[in-house]
């Protein structure tokens, strides 16, 4: 196991618990450099390259490097040491010297900050200067739970890691004209490669052992240095000297750093990895799901268990949340109190009370974040959902249940439930049984403003709805009785609703309808099998009663749809308060979007290079089939026998090379039907299956039927059973694509067909490409088609991805399409920087089959080799 080793990054001391890759140098690097000057950073490293450890050291050593306290461990003296000098380089723009800053101050040793994985805790404090930001900031309660606990010393060694001479210079791509458009953005430029390669040139040096001491002479700039580590150091010492003039109830304001990730299972990877490092100590906690963390028995079999859990809080049905009531309990006990004098138990509601006014937000796997805030502000609801809501209010208002709370609600749900209705008449016929009608927001807010919902009424009817929704009294139900019963409330659906219009509502209002035209309003309407079991009847003499019986029929079924097409509408609200936003993923690539999609700049990018040898992975794009046919997987050819046929050949002698397990990705669901179709007709299904156990992704579906299939999966891989492992078929975008870890055997190969254009007769989609030609040239919105584009190799780069997930793995990524090959440059150019470097194009399949097969055969060699032992 590799020793510890300590990195100094622009003037901050970084335990590692390892010796650093170049990929992991450069993400500190970037990092360090993005907090100390509050500049936002996007940041690429593959899977497998250590991105997480990067992330958490990094982070947590410059929050630790605000504090003056040192960073000392249990073969420490209790003394704490002096403050250690920050140091700058001697790079050709430091022209006169001067003596070292050993400039300290006193550190209240109750201060603490928080680190949050979608939440908050408490770093240890570190040998750095102590310094304020500039403002007074809100004390939240994560801070006051966080200045509870007196931090933890870890040892703090001498610097090994140290800038010196020499700055770390911006990347030389291999693509210069994308260089010098993002550096005439002002976008810096980190790789890792160049950090590396520094290091071995002496530019850094490295020491996994503790160093003779030696001193060092520090240059003055003679103008401020914006191209090198020392600046980022400067400015580090810059913000520590500020944060004097800003008070946190009279201690020091030290920015909280929320790291945010997609799935629970990723939340789950992030503490393990924090457990590696010297900060683990660090005072924490997890925001989640109810569907994660209600512990009830009766929540967690049903499908519904946000619903049900607070069913259960609210004890609608008799039944209260005895968890939650037993917590409260639990700490009003004195014998806890003595025990726990400064912890207390919180509910997820207090702890999400988040004040994200100049703290550092990281969010993890942020591939998809584009979609995911145009999700965010976006609501969509069929009419029989929103005819319930507005029965509800009815029955609300006509029984005098507070009504006047219900009764502004329920004109609100009447009004709109008439426009819903007018509107039907108006819609286009679009495809086979699905017809529409498109608004704009501008559009839409006239609407709204002729049933007198306006900028005036809205936080009126908020004021109702609030009130609605905290309103739950227990009354006796005539005088004398002593029995109470609760007064009823809306249904957890109905409050659904509700939110759900009430946000989008929000949006159309802000700050005098700032958002309005980045909304379109969609009425939709498609058909769908629904049954009908009609009341009981019986003739007019009533001796016969008829029975009853299912009738199958197709029914319209109306969806109202509010599309922000815009992430940066509820991105602003993140970026325009916190100190630094980091995005990193292993597959951001193509990077163009995000900062016009966003508004936001993003100055410090990254594209890492894999930690892998080149030997370790086999890539190469297969234009033709074993019959010899071209590959193109565009719709008309899809549609074809010949091109499934060929799709199905390839496939089988693929799984005949590669063994164990083998994951294929197609562009949708519709094409896995159809290919799955030919195959079960002309026999190759059949034949797959005598090679390999053969599963499909399902479309929809439970997470607990999802995982049962996946395991059929590993478990197959690992018992052969008469079969050489195993072959997934899955669709990208899909669950398999995204957050899923298929290491060593798992994913020998991964297989792509086509490129994974999104729907272009989605309306959604067409909205959306409209909106970016519309705003393209004001805004600086990618044109549409270059956005759709992108949006294919995000998802295709994230396939890719499941192959290749540790250090001393290996596999083979396989692109199925022969437009990779006749025209490179256009489509190689949006895949990851690592895959880009190792294509290989093989018009030929036989010589593709043969090169992939030497491949194989000297890995599994070598595999087998070191599973020996010998």
């Known amino acids: 196991m590799s020793s510890a080793s300590e990195y100094t990054i622009g003037g901050v001391k970084i335990l590692f618990p390892c010796k650093a890759n170049p990929s992991q140098l450069a993400m500190m690097n970037a990092i360090v450099k993005g907090l100390n000057s509050k500049q936002h950073c996007l940041l690429e490293s593959p899977t497998g390259s250590g991105k997480s450890l990067a992330l958490l050291c990094s982070a947590l050593s410059w929050q630790q490097s605000l504090y003056e306290m040192p960073l000392d461990d249990s073969s420490c003296s209790k003394e704490c040491k002096k403050p250690e000098t920050s140091m700058q380089c001697r790079c050709s723009c430091h022209a006169e010297t001067s003596t070292e800053d050993q400039s300290s101050a006193a550190v209240n040793p ?42 933890s010393f870890h040892k703090g060694e001498d610097d090994d890691f140290k800038v010196d001479r020499k700055r770390i210079r911006l990347l030389e791509t ?20 160049e950090v590396y390669q520094q290091r071995k040139d002496g530019e850094l040096t490295v020491h996994t052992e503790k160093p003779a001491a030696f001193s060092l002479k520090t240059l003055q700039p003679s103008s401020p240095c914006t191209q090198c580590s020392c600046a980022s150091a400067e400015k580090n010492v810059k913000y520590a000297a500020s944060a004097k003039k800003k008070e946190n109830g009279g201690k020091p304001f030290i920015p909280k750093i929320f790291f945010g990730t997609r799935t629970h299972k990723q939340i789950a990877q992030i503490t393990r990895e924090l457990r590696r490092t010297a900060y683990s100590s660090v005072r924490m906690t997890i925001l989640s799901s109810r569907d994660h963390t209600c512990v009830h028995p009766s929540v967690s079999g049903c499908s519904n268990k946000n619903e049900k859990c ?55 796997e942020a591939h998809n974040i584009e979609d995911c805030e145009r999700e965010s502000a976006s609501y969509s609801m069929t009419e029989m959902q929103f005819r319930s809501a507005h029965e509800e209010l009815d029955t609300m208002v006509n029984n005098n249940i507070w009504r006047k709370d219900h009764e502004p609600l329920r004109a609100v749900c009447c009004s709109l439930t008439n426009w819903l209705r007018e509107s039907c008449g108006q819609l286009i016929e679009r495809n086979y049984e699905t017809a529409c009608k498109v608004w704009s927001g501008k559009q839409m807010v006239a609407f709204l403003h002729n049933m007198g919902i306006t900028s005036a009424t809205f936080p009126i009817l908020k004021k109702h709805f609030a009130a609605v929704l905290e309103k739950e009294e227990k009354v006796t139900p005539f005088q004398g009785a002593e029995e109470l019963v609760s ?18 509502l929000l949006y159309l209002f802000k700050e005098n309808h700032r958002f309005a035209e980045d909304y379109r309003v969609s009425l939709q309407q498609t058909y769908a099998w629904t049954n009908e079991t009609p009341a009981d009847a019986s003739d007019k003499n009533g001796f016969f009663a008829q029975s009853k019986r299912k009738s199958w029929h197709k029914a319209a079924v109306h969806t109202l749809s509010f599309w922000c097409l815009n992430p940066a509408v509820p991105f602003s609200n993140l970026s325009g308060s916190v100190s630094s936003i980091v995005l990193t993923s292993g597959t951001l690539s193509p990077m163009d979007s995000f900062s016009s999609e966003l ?45 499934q046929d060929e799709v199905g050949e390839l496939l089988f002698s693929v799984c005949q090379t590669i063994g164990r397990g083998v994951l294929c990705f197609l562009p949708s669901y519709k094409m896995l039907d159809k290919l799955k179709d030919r195959w079960l007709h002309t026999g190759l299904w059949e034949k797959l299956e005598t090679i ?59 297989i792509t067909i086509g490129i994974p254009f999104p729907n272009v007769r989605d309306l959604q989609v067409e909205l959306k490409r409209k909106y970016n030609d ?52 256009k489509y190689i150019a949006g895949l990851s920087k690592w895959i880009r470097q190792q294509i290989q194009h093989h018009e030929d399949f036989d010589h593709a089959l043969g090169s992939l097969d030497t491949f194989v055969k000297k890995k599994s060699e070598g595999h087998r080799f070191l599973t020996s032992g010998q």
Not at 186 to 192: K, S
Not at 488 to 504: A, D, E, H
Request: glycine residues 8%.
């Open 487 to 504: 007064i009823p409330v809306i249904s957890p659906s109905t409050q659904f609703v509700l939110k759900g219009l009430f946000m989008i």
């Open 310 to 364: 607070v069913e259960l809080l609210e004890a609608k049905n008799g039944t209260s949340g005895s968890y939650f009531h037993g917590v409260h309990k639990l700490t009003e006990h004195h014998l806890f109190h003595s025990a726990h004098k400064k912890s207390q138990a919180w509910d997820i509601e207090d702890l999400m009370e988040i004040n994200l006014k100049d703290q550092v937000v990281i969010l993890d």
């Open 599 to 643: 508004g936001v700049r993003f100055s410090i990018q990254l594209e890492a290079n894999h930690v892998i040898q080149n030997s370790q992975v086999w890539v190469g794009t297969v234009g033709a089939g074993p019959k010899g046919r071209p590959l193109c997987a565009t719709f008309q050819h899809t549609e074809t026998f010949e091109f």
């Open 692 to 750: 390999k156990t053969v599963i499909v992704e399902p479309k929809g579906g439970g997470k607990a039927d999802f995982d049962d299939l996946l395991q059929i999966y590993y478990d197959a891989i690992k018992c052969k059973k008469g079969k050489d492992g195993a072959l997934l078929i899955a669709v990208c975008r899909g669950k398999v694509s995204e957050g899923l870890d298929f290491s060593d055997d798992n994913a020998r190969a991964v």
């Open 774 to 825: 519309q705003h393209a040239k004001v805004r600086g919105l990618l044109p549409g088609s270059q956005w759709y584009e992108i949006q294919a190799y995000r998802a295709l780069n994230q396939a890719l991805g499941r192959c290749i997930r540790h250090q001393s793995d290996w596999g083979a990524l396989i692109l199925a399409d022969d437009r990779f090959r006749r025209n490179p440059n």
């Open 110 to 151: 109750g201060t603490t900050s928080s680190f949050i994985i979608s939440g908050t805790g408490t770093p240890v404090n570190s040998g750095a200067t102590l310094r304020e930001t500039e403002e007074n900031s809100k004390i939240t309660l994560s801070s006051k739970l966080s200045a509870k606990k007196r931090a």
């Open 174 to 193: 291999d693509q210069e004209a994308r260089k010098r458009h993002r550096l005439t953005k002002g976008v810096q430029f980190v790789d890792a490669l």
